[in-house]
T-cell receptor
Framework: AQSVTQPDIHITVSEGASLELRCNYSYGATPYLFWYVQSPGQGLQLLLK??????LVQGIKGFEAEFKRSQSSFNLRKPSVHWSDAAEYFC???????????FGTGTQLKVEL | GAVVSQHPSWVICKSGTSVKIECRSLDFQATTMFWYRQFPKQSLMLMAT?????????EQGVEKDKFLINHASLTLSTLTVTSAHPEDSSFYICSASRTMQETQYFGPGTRLLVL
């Protein structure tokens, strides 16, 4: 069965600093990969997704992620974090043969001013 | 595009009553809708998948008679928590996709508190 691991439960960065959130997946075939962001008490907003093609994916709000098959990773990056980026970030994998999104446990991002 | 709404955004009810939560895709037709439950500071757990016009498929451990799901149209799915108890208190989030294998777009969630 597919699984998603987000090793970092909490991350704190200073505003203006770069950010990288880690995501590792376990799945036999090429997965469909997603990053979602959730603000407190809100639903999830799609940041970006990878289905195929260019392994560096650009998303909204200045985020990007890189799919690395050899490392089974799909890390999320942002060159300069803004205070408004403080939120919970979820990585998810969707298996083309199924119909379910499997989520990681999430990474809580705190931004220090 | 791809906006999903939920109503109500929060609800408080007495133990033993039933609560209905609506999930609507506002600007697209959703063949498939999903219902998730999220406990505080935890990830989303899929409860069930519903396809328009078909019975919902429930995840293992989710009581079908407790959580009734109806997907009567391509833009509306409802989750009814029957005979709610305090342990049903949670954050319920729906998502919708145009087809079963496409990107899911999430609603803002409904917070349920059962007293």
């Amino acid at each position: 069965a597919q699984s998603v691991t987000q090793p970092d439960i909490h991350i704190t960065v200073s505003e203006g600093a770069s950010l990288e959130l880690r995501c590792n997946y376990s799945y036999g075939a090429t997965p469909y990969l997603f990053w979602y962001v959730q603000s407190p008490g809100q639903g999830l907003q799609l940041l970006l997704k990878y289905f195929s093609g260019d392994t560096l994916v650009q998303g909204i709000k200045g985020f990007e992620a890189e799919f690395k098959r050899s490392q089974s990773s799909f890390n999320l990056r942002k060159p300069s974090v803004h205070w408004s980026d403080a939120a919970e970030y979820f990585c998810a994998v969707f298996t083309g043969g199924g119909n379910k999104l499997t989520f990681g446990t999430g990474t809580q991002l705190k931004v220090e001013l | 595009g791809a906006v999903v709404s939920q109503h109500p955004s929060w609800v408080i009810c007495k133990s033993g009553t039933s609560v209905k939560i609506e999930c609507r895709s506002l600007d697209f037709q959703a063949t498939t809708m999903f219902w998730y439950r999220q406990f505080p500071k935890q990830s989303l757990m899929l409860m069930a998948t519903s396809n328009e016009g078909s019975k919902a498929t429930y995840e293992q451990g989710v009581e079908k008679d407790k959580f009734l799901i109806n997907h009567a149209s391509l833009t509306l799915s409802t989750l009814t928590v029957t005979s709610a108890h305090p342990e049903d208190s949670s954050f319920y989030i729906c998502s919708a996709s145009r087809t079963m294998q496409e990107t899911q777009y999430f609603g803002p969630g409904t917070r349920l508190l059962v007293l």
